[in-house]
């Protein structure tokens, strides 16, 4: 269903702009990570190089991302406001950044007990603040045509929530706090950050601006309301059979959980093919992540050991889906940002204005597109020759960041030399 949108209630540009430049930077200090590290850090999923990469990368680039995507699309889509926006989200990303460096540091670096409790402490302060006062924001009577996103952003933060338990469990007990079984444990968290939380609220926000940035029709009502509800209801049978030792409801649960991807695959890319303008580099970026989803789901049920089944699945996850997706949808949603702020304050002046489009040109990202695309073959084929392949996927992929940031930052720029104007 297309909605109305409300920009009277958009929040100041710094609330979301501060999230959105942020996070490039910490998927640039996991690309530097894997070009140090090399072989080290794709040889398995428990070393210290791959556990830092992976929560630079999940907590530092895509909550990053995410929370400041949800701070700009609340108020404007679903008309709920969030309270206090501005105090919060300064104290949101502090916490989100010191919590993030102090986390990636004490997993990569080895560091004591004191490291872990603290990165517990201050990433459980600040997700308790954050899921707050969203769930006052969602609590509130909002757009009746946004009635699915909002039930979809409340199961993708009750997501969050148990991603924080979970991890927060971990820490402590890295932090010598003891846990009854640490490896069922992990593969949960593990489970719920990425499918829970990542890909749940990248689809649900998928719903919305893949309409709205690359002209297709609407999303079919049933998709909408049914894949958040039936992702979750999955996820929480999963956990209960993994917890109970059923594994022959556990591979049922999978099996659940691999159709309705593949489902939400198909749909996607068949409203590509009904689009009503022509494509863009955001489309590139759209299939790719439909393309790596649906190869996740197909990895996982390979007969090969879980070890590099769990590392394979991560990488077509979070590099593949999800910074593909976060990649386009920053592409769209930094210009948006600079020149709807640009024109409320040019007034009369509006028609000397930049144009959306000009603001980051299309061959720029095109550009990084293509390089992010380079870094992302290199790194999935990395674990069958990580003392060969390792270190060229991450030198591309800190290259591909690069251009990202420079590119973010030009119109961050660009926004703060104009606004006197």
């Not at 049920?301 to 979070?318: E, K, Q, Y």
């Not at 695309?373 to 991450?394: C, D, E, I, K, T």
Request: with cysteine; charged share 10%.
């Amino acid at each position: 269903m297309q909605r109305k949108l409300n920009y009277e209630t958009m929040p100041p540009i710094w609330v979301p702009l501060a999230f959105l430049l942020a996070a490039p930077c910490f998927a640039l200090a996991a690309s530097v990570v894997l070009a140090w590290q090399g072989e080290a850090a794709l040889v398995s999923r428990w070393t210290p190089a791959t556990l830092a990469m992976t929560h630079l990368l999940t907590l530092g680039f895509l909550t990053m991302t995410i929370v400041g995507a949800l701070f700009q699309l609340l108020p404007v889509v679903a008309g709920a406001r969030i309270p206090f926006a501005r105090p919060v989200a300064v104290a949101g990303w502090i916490g989100l950044v010191s919590g993030t460096v102090i986390l990636a540091s004490a997993l990569g670096l080895g560091l004591g007990g004191a490291a872990f409790h603290a990165a517990a402490a201050v990433l459980a302060l600040a997700g308790l603040l954050l899921l707050a006062v969203l769930g006052i924001a969602l609590a509130r009577r909002g757009a009746p045509a946004a009635n699915a996103l909002v039930r979809g952003v409340r199961l993708a933060a009750s997501g969050l929530a148990l991603t924080l338990g979970l991890g927060g469990t971990l820490a402590l007990y890295l932090g010598g706090v003891g846990v009854p079984d640490v490896l069922l444990l992990t593969d949960i968290h593990a489970s719920w950050g990425l499918l829970g939380w990542v890909v749940a609220l990248t689809t649900v926000v998928s719903f919305q601006v893949i309409p709205m940035f690359q002209g297709t029709a609407a999303y079919p009502a049933s998709q909408e309301a049914g894949v958040p509800a039936l992702l979750f209801a999955l996820l929480l049978a999963w956990s209960a059979a993994a917890l109970g030792g059923t594994g022959q409801w556990r591979t049922a649960a999978e099996i659940g959980l691999g159709v309705l991807l593949l489902s939400y695959v198909r749909t996607t890319l068949l409203q590509f093919r009904r689009r009503k303008r022509q494509a863009d580099v955001g489309t590139f970026y759209w299939i790719q992540a439909m393309a790596c989803l649906a190869g996740a789901v197909l990895v996982h049920f390979l007969p090969i050991d879980a070890d590099s089944r769990a590392l394979m699945t991560g990488i077509l996850v979070i590099a593949g889906f999800a910074m593909s997706a976060i990649n386009g949808m920053l592409y769209k949603i930094v210009p948006f940002l600079v020149w709807y702020h640009l024109q409320e304050r040019a007034g009369g002046a509006r028609a000397r204005m930049p144009g959306i489009r000009t603001i980051v040109d299309a061959p720029r990202a095109l550009r990084q597109w293509r390089w992010h695309l380079v870094a992302f073959v290199l790194l999935l084929a990395a674990p069958l020759a990580p003392s060969v392949l390792a270190r060229p996927a991450g030198l591309f992929q800190a290259l591909a960041m690069l251009l990202l940031i420079r590119d973010l930052a030009g119109a961050a720029v660009l926004y703060l030399r104009l606004r006197k104007a």
